[in-house]
C-alpha cells in the first residue's frame, strides 16, 4: 500500500494561501454589508457596462439639470423680490403725491418731492441688484450695473427741457415722455446694459425658460419717469409757481398708480417662469429616482446573502485557525 502524503512547506504555504483567500473574501464581504454595493462591478454585470454607462450618463445629466435650475432659481427669485420691493416703493410715494396739489402747502411738496427723489435712487439701486456677481437686469452683460446713477439721469433730463425750453407741467411732462421712450435718450444714457436678453435656459428635456426682462423693458420706464418727474420737483423745476409744482407732482402720482399694473404684468411673467421650474424640479427628482433604482438593482448588494457570506467566511475562517493551531502543536511523540 502506497501513502500519499505531503511536506511541511507545501503544507505551510497551502494553510497561507486559504488564509489570504478567506481573509480577502471576508474583507470584501464586510466592504458589501457596510457600503451596500458589490466590490466586483465586472463580474455583476458579466463584462457588459453599457446598461450601467447608459444609467450612470442619465443620472449625470439630471445632476446638471439640478444645477441649473437651482441657479436659475435663485435668480428668478431674486428678480421677482426686486420688483416686489419696486411696487412698495411706488405705492409708498403715490398716495403722498396724489394729495399735494389739493393741500397747495408748499411744506408738504417739499416733503413730497424730497421722498419720491430718494426713492428714485433706491429703484435704479434695486435695478442693479446682482446676485452671484450677476447682474439682474442688465441682458447679457451681467459682469456690469444696468442702469446709470440718479445724477446722471436726472442731469441729462434737465438739460433736455432746458433745450426743449418747456417750462409749463405739461411741456414737461411731455420731454420726460419722450426721453424715456424707446429710441429716446434712455436707451443711450440711463440704460447700461446689452440690447440683447439673456438666452433661454434649458431646465429639463421638456421645461425652457423665457428671456427675463431688462431694466430697459417699457414696463420698468413708466415708472421710473414717474420718479423722475417727483425729482424734478424736488431740484427746482417750476419752484417759481407752487400750483404748478402741486400739478407735476399730482401727475407723478397718478402714473406711479398706473405703472403698477404694468410691475404686477411683470411679476405675473416672472412667475410663469418660477412655475417652469417647479416642474422641472419635479421631472427631474423623478427620472433621476427611477435610474437611481435601476442602478441600485445592478451595483447594490442583497443584504440577507451577504449576511450568509458572511457568516460561511468566518466559519471556514476559524475552521482554518483551529487546523493551523492544531499542526503547528503536532509532535513526532503525540502521533506515536
Given at each position: 500500500?502506497?501513502?500519499?502524503?505531503?511536506?511541511?512547506?507545501?503544507?505551510?504555504?497551502?494553510?497561507?494561501?486559504?488564509?489570504?483567500?478567506?481573509?480577502?473574501?471576508l474583507n470584501r464581504v464586510t466592504s458589501e454589508i457596510s457600503t451596500g454595493q458589490v466590490q466586483d462591478i465586472t463580474k455583476t454585470v458579466r463584462g457588459d457596462f453599457s446598461l450601467l454607462a447608459s444609467l450612470e450618463r442619465g443620472m449625470t445629466r439630471l445632476a446638471s439639470f439640478e444645477t441649473v435650475q437651482k441657479e436659475t432659481a435663485l435668480e428668478v427669485d431674486a428678480r421677482q423680490?426686486?420688483?416686489?420691493?419696486?411696487?412698495?416703493?411706488?405705492?409708498?410715494?403715490?398716495?403722498?403725491?396724489l394729495l399735494v396739489e389739493s393741500t397747495q402747502d408748499a411744506t408738504l411738496m417739499t416733503n413730497a418731492a424730497r421722498d419720491a427723489a430718494d426713492r428714485f435712487d433706491s429703484a435704479l439701486g434695486l435695478?442693479?441688484?446682482q446676485i452671484g456677481g450677476r447682474s439682474l437686469f442688465s441682458g447679457q452683460a451681467v459682469s456690469g450695473p444696468a442702469i446709470?446713477?440718479?445724477?446722471?439721469?436726472?442731469?441729462?433730463?434737465?438739460?433736455?427741457?432746458?433745450?426743449?425750453?418747456?417750462?409749463?407741467?405739461?411741456?414737461?411732462?411731455s420731454v420726460v415722455d419722450g426721453w424715456f421712450s424707446v429710441g429716446g435718450d434712455f436707451?443711450?444714457?440711463?440704460?447700461?446694459?446689452?440690447?440683447?436678453?439673456?438666452?433661454?435656459?434649458?431646465?429639463?428635456?421638456t421645461e425652457t425658460t423665457t428671456s427675463p426682462p431688462t431694466a430697459e423693458d417699457v414696463r420698468l420706464r413708466g415708472t421710473l419717469a414717474?420718479?423722475?418727474?417727483?425729482?424734478?420737483?424736488?431740484?427746482?423745476?417750476?419752484?417759481?409757481?407752487?400750483?404748478?409744482?402741486?400739478?407735476?407732482l399730482q401727475s407723478a402720482g397718478e402714473r406711479l398708480l398706473q405703472s403698477d399694473?404694468?410691475?404686477?404684468?411683470?411679476?405675473?411673467?416672472?412667475?410663469?417662469?418660477?412655475?417652469?421650474?417647479?416642474?422641472?424640479?419635479?421631472?427631474?427628482?423623478?427620472?433621476?429616482?427611477?435610474?437611481?433604482?435601476?442602478?441600485?438593482?445592478?451595483?447594490?448588494?442583497?443584504p440577507f446573502e451577504a449576511a450568509s457570506e458572511l457568516q460561511a467566511v468566518e466559519g471556514q475562517l476559524q475552521a482554518l485557525y483551529t487546523i493551523t493551531g492544531r499542526l503547528s502543536r503536532l509532535t513526532l511523540t503525540e502521533y506515536i
Open positions: 500500500m502506497s501513502i500519499s502524503s505531503i511536506g511541511d512547506l507545501a503544507q505551510s504555504l497551502q494553510l497561507r494561501r486559504d488564509n489570504a483567500r478567506l481573509t480577502l473574501a423680490s426686486t420688483l416686489g420691493t419696486l411696487r412698495e416703493i411706488s405705492q409708498g410715494v403715490s398716495n403722498t403725491l435695478l442693479n441688484n446709470a446713477q440718479s445724477e446722471t439721469i436726472m442731469a441729462a433730463l434737465e438739460l433736455a427741457i432746458v433745450t426743449a425750453g418747456a417750462t409749463t407741467p405739461a411741456e414737461i411732462e436707451d443711450t444714457v440711463a440704460y447700461l446694459g446689452s440690447d440683447q436678453r439673456l438666452d433661454r435656459v434649458n431646465l429639463s428635456d414717474a420718479l423722475a418727474l417727483g425729482t424734478l420737483v424736488d431740484r427746482g423745476a417750476l419752484s417759481g409757481s407752487v400750483s404748478d409744482r402741486g400739478a407735476l399694473k404694468s410691475l404686477v404684468e411683470m411679476q405675473a411673467e416672472i412667475g410663469t417662469i418660477e412655475n417652469k421650474i417647479e416642474r422641472a424640479k419635479a421631472e427631474t427628482n423623478a427620472e433621476f429616482d427611477a435610474l437611481q433604482l435601476a442602478r441600485s438593482e445592478i451595483v447594490s448588494v442583497d
